[in-house]
T-cell receptor, first 116, second 113 residues
Framework: AQTVTQSQPEMSVQEAETVTLSCTYD???????LFWYKQPPSRQMILVIR??????QNATENRFSVNFQKAAKSFSLKISDSQLGDTAMYFC?????????????FGGGTRLMVKP | ETGVTQSPTHLIKTRGQQVTLRCSSQ?????VSWYQQALGQGPQFIFQ???????GRGNFPPRFSGLQFPNYSSELNVNALELDDSALYLC????????????FGQGTRLTVV
């Protein structure tokens, strides 16, 4: 079974600054995907960024980037130039890559507050 | 907006009752997954339906059951409700089983009293 751990229950950052959210995971799989999801007060889960484990290059999406350390089983999210709209819960998630009844395993979340 | 709609948005049920939650998947998506998110926690996978058949199940008892219809919409049924079933129930649809493209609805907040 896979586990995902987010060790920071809450984080805060000043607007326009950079913040890094941590995530570690445990798996015996070699083929898998990692995700960061954002959940604002509207409750809808929104995909922020996705990383394929077989890719060594770290994924980036505009102001969002990840630091994927496969050997250390670490997958952190960096948000640059933080904006007030980034205030939300952030969840790290894992998915096996075997294309059979795939499910997302989520961490416990990090509440991010962006302060003006 | 993802095009995934869930109904109702909120409901209150009494312990021991049964509840049905509904999910209308995004057009063209044949895979629907359901998740339970207890307050202050991350979502937990309940099950997934692909082309009207259950395609995977998490660690939930049999009183959690589901259906997927020919139009790929889905229902989650919970029998014999317990207080611990109080949670946000999220539905996610995907264009294929390999749901790296999962799109979530806004959830149904279920309160069991």
């Amino acid at each position: 079974a896979q586990t995902v751990t987010q060790s920071q229950p809450e984080m805060s950052v000043q607007e326009a600054e950079t913040v890094t959210l941590s995530c570690t995971y445990d798996t015996s799989e070699n083929n898998y995907y990692l995700f960061w999801y954002k959940q604002p007060p509207s409750r809808q889960m929104i995909l922020v960024i996705r990383q394929e484990a077989y890719k060594q290059q770290n994924a980036t999406e505009n102001r969002f980037s990840v630091n994927f350390q496969k050997a250390a089983k670490s997958f952190s999210l960096k948000i640059s130039d933080s904006q007030l709209g980034d205030t939300a819960m952030y969840f790290c998630a894992f998915m096996k890559g075997n294309n059979a009844g795939n499910m997302l395993t989520f961490g416990g979340g990090t509440r991010l507050m962006v302060k003006p | 907006e993802t095009g995934v709609t869930q109904s109702p948005t909120h409901l209150i049920k009494t312990r021991g009752q049964q509840v049905t939650l509904r999910c209308s998947s995004q057009s063209g998506h044949n895979t629907v997954s359901w998740y339970q998110q207890a307050l202050g926690q991350g979502p937990q996978f309940i099950f997934q339906y692909y082309r009207e058949e259950e395609n995977g199940r998490g660690n939930f008892p049999p009183r959690f059951s589901g259906l997927q219809f020919p139009n790929y919409s889905s229902e989650l049924n919970v029998n014999a409700l317990e207080l611990d079933d109080s949670a946000l129930y999220l539905c996610a649809s995907s264009p294929k089983r390999m749901n790296t493209e999962a799109f979530f609805g806004q959830g149904t907040r279920l309160t069991v009293v």
